[in-house]
């Protein structure tokens, strides 16, 4: 039994999905069950992060479990506390999705979110792995109501370039780690085969739709403020705008060959998925 938290978020449901399609036996766990869609044949279970209870069940009886935390300082502890519930539980394996960047000191405190997380998963004194992605393809498809609307994407990272990978590559590094301790010890640095800008990936887009798409800086003080209005605490949108300076002074700029190390192929471009996903920026 495997145990995915996070089941029906990105990274989540996809790792569900690629376990489910090779008849590994699956718990998904998910605030609303009922609303979850995922493959037939998967235990679908309810289980809150802030619940204890919910989540030791969650955990019972599985041998590996896969570790989604939540974004932000107010998560800090709680990814610390899922981890715990699973060693407590008796799961021997345990796969951390953290963040590329995390312990930066350029980041500043955003940098710290999952560090809490990884070291409770580094001293649970079962086998474990960290993944440490860099930015999803997928985070391109918050442009899909503008470009629909022909209006312009936003750039918050200047000239700044990011090794941009597919969310299915991260989710079958998980897979793999998941169901052996081949990786176990290691921290996993996953990007895509390219350094891209937004430019760059507005313009693969752009060739894949047909269409022109134009670009549009933000800086960084309006970012902020779009932030705040949204609803978002201070310190998230400190932590995002930190986030997004390091990658404008290049600082996410990094290339690595973990995920073709793990998978025994280069991971997939920004291209393909652009391709893949084409449906979901037209109307």
Same mark, same amino acid.
């Not at 990274?11 to 489910?20: D, H, K, P, T």
């Not at 999803?136 to 990272?157: D, K």
């Not at 937004?198 to 003080?221: K, W, Y």
């Given at each position: 039994?495997?145990?995915?938290?996070?089941?029906?978020? +990105?990274?989540?449901?996809?790792?569900?999905?690629?376990?489910?399609?090779? /008849?590994?036996?699956?718990?998904?766990?998910?605030?609303?069950?009922? *609303?979850?869609?995922?493959?037939? %044949?998967? &235990?679908?279970?309810?289980?809150?992060?802030?619940?204890?209870?919910?989540?030791?069940?969650?955990?019972? @009886?599985?041998?590996?479990?896969?570790?989604?935390?939540?974004?932000?300082?107010?998560?800090?502890?709680?990814?610390?506390?899922?981890?715990?519930? #699973?060693?407590?539980?008796?799961?021997?394996?345990?796969?951390? $999705?953290?963040?590329?960047?995390?312990? &930066?000191?350029?980041? @500043?405190?955003?940098?710290?979110?999952?560090?809490?997380? /990884?070291?409770?998963?580094?001293?649970?004194?079962?086998?474990?792995?960290?993944?440490?992605?860099?930015?999803?393809?997928?985070?391109?498809?918050?442009?899909?109501?503008?470009?629909?609307?022909?209006?312009?994407?936003?750039?918050?990272?200047?000239?700044?370039?990011? %090794?941009?990978?597919?969310?299915?590559?991260? =989710?079958?590094? #998980?897979? /793999?780690?998941?169901?052996?301790?081949?990786?176990?010890?290691?921290? $996993?640095?996953? +990007?895509?085969?390219?350094?891209?800008?937004?430019?760059?990936?507005? #313009?693969?887009?752009?060739?894949?739709?047909?269409?022109?798409?134009?670009?549009?800086?933000?800086?960084?003080?309006? *970012?902020?403020?779009?932030?705040?209005?949204?609803?978002?605490? &201070?310190?998230?949108?400190?932590?995002?705008?930190?986030?997004?300076?390091?990658?404008?002074?290049?600082?996410? =700029?990094?290339?690595?060959?973990?995920?073709?190390?793990?998978?025994?192929?280069?991971?997939?471009?920004?291209?393909?998925?652009?391709?893949?996903?084409? #449906?979901?920026?037209?109307?």
């Amino acid at each position: 039994m495997i145990v995915i938290t996070g089941a029906t978020g +990105t990274i989540g449901s996809a790792v569900v999905r690629q376990l489910a399609a090779r /008849e590994v036996k699956v718990r998904a766990v998910t605030r609303d069950p009922e *609303a979850a869609q995922l493959p037939e %044949g998967v &235990e679908v279970v309810r289980g809150d992060y802030a619940d204890t209870d919910s989540m030791a069940a969650a955990f019972e @009886g599985a041998e590996a479990a896969f570790i989604v935390g939540l974004l932000g300082p107010e998560f800090v502890e709680l990814d610390r506390a899922l981890v715990n519930a #699973a060693r407590a539980a008796g799961v021997r394996r345990i796969v951390k $999705l953290s963040a590329i960047g995390t312990g &930066e000191p350029e980041l @500043g405190r955003v940098g710290t979110w999952h560090l809490a997380g /990884e070291q409770a998963v580094r001293d649970s004194g079962v086998a474990w792995t960290i993944l440490r992605p860099s930015s999803f393809a997928s985070n391109t498809l918050s442009w899909s109501p503008m470009i629909q609307a022909g209006q312009a994407v936003p750039n918050l990272t200047g000239d700044g370039t990011q %090794g941009v990978i597919d969310p299915r590559d991260v =989710a079958a590094v #998980a897979v /793999e780690t998941l169901l052996s301790d081949t990786h176990s010890g290691r921290i $996993l640095t996953l +990007t895509g085969p390219d350094l891209l800008t937004t430019r760059d990936q507005a #313009a693969a887009l752009s060739a894949v739709l047909n269409r022109p798409i134009e670009v549009a800086d933000i800086d960084q003080d309006r *970012a902020r403020e779009f932030m705040l209005g949204a609803g978002m605490s &201070e310190e998230f949108a400190d932590g995002a705008s930190a986030g997004q300076a390091f990658v404008r002074a290049g600082g996410n =700029a990094i290339v690595t060959d973990d995920v073709e190390r793990v998978l025994g192929r280069a991971p997939g471009t920004y291209a393909a998925w652009a391709r893949d996903h084409a #449906a979901a920026f037209t109307s």
